[in-house]
Each structure stands twice: as C-alpha cells, then as structure tokens.
C-alpha cells in the first residue's frame, strides 16, 4: 500500500448537520495522510472540526490548514457571519494550494447558505473538486440522499461516492446506489471507540486504498 503516492483532492459534503462528515474527513486525512481544510467552521462552543480531525487523524500540525472563518455561533453560514458582523469575502474561500492530497470538510448540508445570495453548494461547484457524500444509514436516509444528489448531478459536480454511515442497514445502501447509480465508497459502521487505530482497522478492512484509486481512475 502506497497511500503517500497517490494525490487526491476531494470535499467531503453531507446530507446534513451532524452526519459524520468529521469523523468520515478524519478517517481519510489519516488513511492519505493528507491536508484538510474547513473552509467556513459555525460555532466555536465546541471542539471545531480542525481540532477534532487533528486529534483523530494524528497527522501532523501543519496538515489542518487554517479555517477562513470561523463564527462563534453554531448556525448557518449566512447568519452566524452576520451575527458576528462579518462579510464573507470569496476571495478568501480559494482553495489552498497544497502539495499532497487535500480534504475539504463543507458546513452543514449542501443547502446551507454561506450568504443571503450564495449556498454552499454553489461553492463546491467553482472548487470544482470531486465530492463524497457521507449520508446516514438508517431511516430517512432515502430521501435526504437522493435530494442531495439531484442537487449535486444537477450543477455537474462530479460524485466519487457515498459513504453510509452509522449501523448497518439490509437495504438503505443498495436502494440508494439502485436509484442514483453513484458507486458506494463504504459502509462506514458504528463505532464506540472513535480512535486512530480502528481507522487504520477499516482502512484495509473496507479497502479504500484500492477504491479510491479506481474511483479516480474512471474519473475523466
Ligand atoms: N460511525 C460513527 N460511529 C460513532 N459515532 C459517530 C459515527 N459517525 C458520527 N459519529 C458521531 O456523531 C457526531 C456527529 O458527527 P460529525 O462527524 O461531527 O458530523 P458533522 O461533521 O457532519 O456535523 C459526533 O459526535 C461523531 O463522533
Ligand atoms: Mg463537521
């Protein structure tokens, strides 16, 4: 396994709030041994995802690249910046140039507007990185994950895949790949004990490595 080798660049987005996608951004920053990025974090009461993705992955300092906001209030973009009497410039939402792969961890839902007139999803399309959804296992997940990727293949934002997440499910997972033709990355179980070493445990047991490299593969 070569994880230093292969570069790549992706946003980890979510059907909504509270769906894993730090723990998910977690997973792979320290599978790749990659940088991440938490363009906007809302609320700061809270560990922010830059310190728990530092503190599950156990990459380096220099790995989590610095937020370009960060508001004290754990709401939507738009108002948390408001609220805090900030304007977002998007000069300053830029990727950041980085050598070596790179995980974008978005705010909330794809909807969520980061201002009164731009969403967050409209961002994710001028990154123009691939993204990959992390949606729950269990009960409403049909619905909120076929949305969302109607949303996503509406705007032409290319989807590596999904990653369920949370206690099996018999049949959520294959519904949703049935429906949308969008490639299951993992089933990405429930764990107790949310530590580096069960990530390095799923890591080979759910072959990434290997998924990753043919999902960018038949990318064009
Ligand atoms: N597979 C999982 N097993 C155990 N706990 C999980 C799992 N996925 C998410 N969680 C927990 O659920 C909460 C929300 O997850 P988080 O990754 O912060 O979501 P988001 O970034 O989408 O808001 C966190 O406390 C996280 O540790
Ligand atoms: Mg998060």
Excluded at 70 to 94: G, M, Q, Y
Aim: charged share 25%; hydrophobic share 40%; glycine share 4%.
């Amino acid at each position: 396994m070569n994880s230093k080798e292969s570069i790549y660049k992706f946003i980890i987005c979510g059907t909504d709030t509270d769906i894993g996608k730090t723990l998910i951004s977690s997973f792979f920053v320290r599978g790749l041994n990659s940088y991440y990025w938490k363009p906007i974090q809302s609320g700061i009461e809270t560990q922010t995802d830059s310190k728990t993705v530092e503190k599950l992955a156990r990459v380096s300092r220099d790995k989590i690249i610095k937020e370009a906001y960060v508001f004290t209030k754990p709401l939507s973009p738009h108002w948390a910046a408001e609220i805090d009497k900030k304007i977002i410039n998007f000069d300053i939402l830029r990727l950041p140039k980085v050598k070596g792969s790179l995980v974008v961890e978005t705010a909330g839902g794809l909807m969520v507007p980061i201002t009164r007139n731009f969403l967050q999803i409209d961002q994710i399309k001028q990154w123009n990185l691939p993204v990959i959804l992390v949606c729950k296992s269990s009960l409403g997940t049909l619905n909120h994950t076929l949305l969302s990727i109607e949303a996503l293949k509406r705007r032409n934002i290319e989807i590596l895949g999904l990653v369920v997440n949370g206690e099996k499910h018999l049949d959520n997972p294959k519904t949703l790949v049935e429906f949308s033709g969008i490639p299951l990355i993992a089933e990405f179980p429930y764990i107790r004990k949310i530590d580096s070493n069960n990530f390095d445990i799923l890591w080979k047991e759910l072959e990434i490595q290997d998924k990753l490299l043919s999902l960018f593969k038949l990318k064009k």
